[in-house]
C-alpha cells in the first residue's frame, strides 16, 4: 500500500498552524514540501507544524524539512516551529526549533504584526506594474523606509514586468520589512524561472536586463519553485553592509523582537486595494509594457 501524508491547515490562530499525519518518506516528501510551501508564499511571520502524528520511515526521511528551511531562510524569513512532546530528539538535523505543544509554540512567538506584510493581486495587463510601485511607495512611507522606496520600485517594476511579458498570469506582490531592512516578491503561475548568468547582455538581444538590474541594485534576491508556479524575491537594506535586519533565521523560542512602528490601514494579506498613491522614481526611466 501506497504511503500517505495528511495536512490541514489551521488559520484561526495568530500564526497559521499546519497539522502533518502520516508515513513521511520518499513519496510523501513532495507533497509535504508543496503543502508548507502554500502556506509559507503567503509570507507570514512564523509557521507553526504539529508533527506529532507523523512517522519517520527512515531517519533521512526528515532532510526535506531541513531542505525547506534553507529554501526559505531568506525569504520569506518566517519562523518555521514544529511541534512534538516527543521533543527535538525525534527530528534531528532539520535546523528547526522544537516545541513540545502548539500553545508553547504560540506563547513563545507572541502576537503577531500582520501589518507588517502586504500583499496585492494583480493582472499581467497595462497598469500592473504602476499599481505595485503605489504599494511599495506607501508601504515604504508607512513604515519609515523613505530610502528604499526608489530601489523597492526599481525592483517590482522588473519583476511584474516579468509576469506581464514572459508569464502572463495573474499575480501577487508581497512586501514586507525586516527590521531596517525590506522584502519586494512577486508570485506568479508559471514555472519558467528567470535565468542570470552574471555576464554582460549583448545590445542585441531582447531582455535579460532586467535581473541584471535586480542583481546590481539588491542585497539578496533568488526564487522558490512551486508546484504551480514560483515566486521570485529580493532583499533591500539602507546599507549593504547591514545584515541584520533581516530575521534569516527566525526568532528562536523565547525572543519576540519587534519594531515599534504603527502601520494603519495598508492592504494587509487578502484585503482589498490599498490607498492610490501617484510614485515616479527620482533619475529613473521606466517605459514598459505594464507600467501604464
Known sequence: MASEVRHLVDRGSEYPVVQLAGVLDADTSPAVRNALLDVLVEQPEAV??????????????????RDLRRETIDWP?????????????????????VWPSVRDALTDLGQAE???????DLEPALGAARRARELITEACARWNRPDLAGTACIVVTELVNNVVVHARTDMVVLVATHGSGL?????????????????PVSPTAYGGRGMLLI?????????LRLDD?????ALLTD?????????????EPGTNERDSGELGELEEPGSGEP????WNAPGVSMTDPARG
Open 239 to 251: 546599507d549593504a553592509n547591514e545584515q541584520d535586519g533581516y530575521q534569516r533565521h527566525g526568532r
Open 77 to 97: 524569513g518566517a519562523q518555521l516551529a514544529l511541534c512534538d512532546v516527543r521533543g527535538a530528539a525525534a527530528w534531528p538535523d532539520t535546523g528547526w526549533p
Open 229 to 233: 508556479g514560483k515566486v521570485v524575491w
Open 114 to 120: 500582520p501589518q507588517r506584510r502586504l500583499s496585492l
Open 48 to 65: 507553526i507544524v504539529e508533527v506529532g502524528g507523523l512517522v519517520l520511515a527512515t531517519p533521512g526521511a526528515a532532510a526535506v524539512l
Open 275 to 278: 490607498e492610490t498613491v501617484v
Open 183 to 199: 522584502s519586494v516578491a512577486v508570485r506568479d503561475h508559471s514555472t519558467h524561472v528567470p535565468t542570470f548568468t552574471g555576464g
Open 215 to 223: 542583481n546590481s541594485v539588491a542585497d539578496h534576491w533568488g526564487n
